[in-house]
């Protein structure tokens, strides 16, 4: 009894050991993810390697290993998500808070590397996972970047206010400070706000700023992002 009970003792030893080598490291899975935190904010940037000795394990996609991101997302914007500094051909999917798959990308001509993967997607706040794979069974090193650009931060992604009646009016209030993460693509150095607006026939359009707590400047461009009219410290008045 006291021969068995000592080899029993030993397997159980071996056992605790081979589950401490083996426990799944953080960005596993859905449940173990690495956490982003909440964007915007500034652009993320990491690198992990999936090779099957890491113990990421497969839970989606592709038979190689998975690497797990969650970031929360506060504001409507475009989520953008490429892995093209990685060494070996990628794949990537997003996931909302539920787990399913909203947008995928195998290979991607965003990247010097065709074979490595680029993809943007809209979305509103929300809790979504960014899920990094080689291709198949590829594994090595996985460069992932993750950003999300807000509406209104540049003129391709604007606040859409749509078409303006005649006698209607809209009104909305931002805040441009650096830590809202708007951009600076035009005039002075302070952080831009883009609006996109339509009218159907020639108008008079009266666009003000007074509201505002500061300083404030004012730009009208037309759709090929030419400037018609600006003002400094009054309303704008233009017919167009």
């Not at 390697?49 to 475009?78: A, L, R, W």
């Not at 997003?94 to 990308?105: K, P, W």
Request: with cysteine.
């Amino acid at each position: 009894m006291k021969h068995f009970y000592l080899k029993l003792s030993g397997f159980f030893l071996l056992f605790l050991i081979s589950n401490i080598i083996y426990a799944q490291p953080v960005g596993s899975n859905r449940s173990n993810p690495i956490n982003v935190g909440a964007f915007p904010r500034a652009e993320y940037s990491d690198t992990r390697n999936n090779s099957s000795g890491n113990g990421y394990g497969n839970d989606m996609g592709q038979i190689s290993d998975d690497i797990y991101y969650k970031i929360n997302v506060t504001v409507p914007g475009e989520l953008e998500v490429a892995t093209c500094m990685s060494t070996m051909d990628t794949y990537i999917h997003v996931l909302d808070d539920n787990g399913n798959a909203i947008a995928s990308n195998d290979d991607n001509d965003m990247c010097a590397n065709y074979y490595q993967s680029f993809l943007r997607i809209n979305v509103n706040p929300g809790t979504y996972y960014v899920v990094t794979e080689g291709w198949y069974n590829r594994t090595g090193d996985i460069r992932v970047y993750i950003n999300l650009v807000r509406f209104g931060a540049i003129a391709r992604l604007p606040i859409e206010i749509g078409a303006l009646q005649q006698g209607g009016s809209y009104s909305d209030v931002q805040n441009n400070s650096a830590n809202q993460y708007f951009y600076n693509n035009i005039g002075y150095s302070s952080d831009d706000i883009y609006y996109r607006f339509t009218i159907n026939t020639q108008s008079d359009v009266d666009i003000s700023l007074c509201a505002s707590n500061f300083d404030t400047y004012l730009r009208l461009l037309d759709q090929n992002l030419n400037e018609i009219a600006s003002n400094d410290d009054w309303a704008l008045y233009v017919l167009i």
